[in-house]
């Protein structure tokens, strides 16, 4: 799917994008992974990523597939459907969103060891620990359980 147009809103923490197919959504800024004051959103040079400038310096690009599995349940479902464990599901997921690893054990106030074993399936995570994770990749818990 191509974008056709992405800007910020006012007040610069939230995006609002636009496809080709004509969805537009509207996204907060922290649920992308982009924190701090931001100054413009605009589409890249590739028609599949938004390009964000932040201030300070700094571009950085926002993937389609992150859009995606943030605003649509389908795409977050099938993204997921393969995934057997819970682990599988927050990789993909994480990945969909274009986030580091790192980035993501953070925004979950997690430490990255921890983080890494929950998704190789190795640590059985606690409700509240999926919780986090949940909210740092701006999805519902039960995108995680199934």
């Known amino acids: 799917m191509d974008l056709a147009a992405a800007h910020?809103?006012?007040?610069?923490k939230a995006l609002e994008v636009r496809f080709r197919g004509g969805q537009s959504y509207r996204l907060e800024a922290a649920a992308l992974g982009l924190e701090g004051r931001l100054l413009l959103a605009t589409l890249g040079p590739d028609p599949r990523a938004v390009a964000?400038?932040?201030?300070g310096g700094g571009m950085v690009d926002v993937p389609v597939t992150a859009i995606?599995?943030?605003t649509e349940p389908a795409y977050r479902a099938a993204l997921t459907r393969k995934a057997d464990t819970v682990g599988a599901r927050v990789r993909a997921l994480r990945q969909a969103s274009?986030?580091?690893?790192?980035?993501?054990a953070?925004?979950?106030g997690m430490a990255r060891s921890n983080f890494a074993?929950?998704?190789a399936g190795t640590h059985e995570p606690r409700l509240s620990t999926l919780r986090r994770v949940a909210?740092?990749?701006g999805v519902p818990l039960d995108a995680l359980i199934g």
């Open 106 to 108: 953070e925004a979950a």
């Open 98 to 104: 274009g986030r580091t690893a790192m980035a993501v």
């Open 52 to 55: 964000v400038a932040r201030a």
């Open 117 to 119: 074993r929950l998704e």
């Open 135 to 137: 909210e740092a990749l």
């Open 68 to 70: 995606l599995a943030l």
């Open 8 to 12: 910020l809103l006012p007040g610069g």
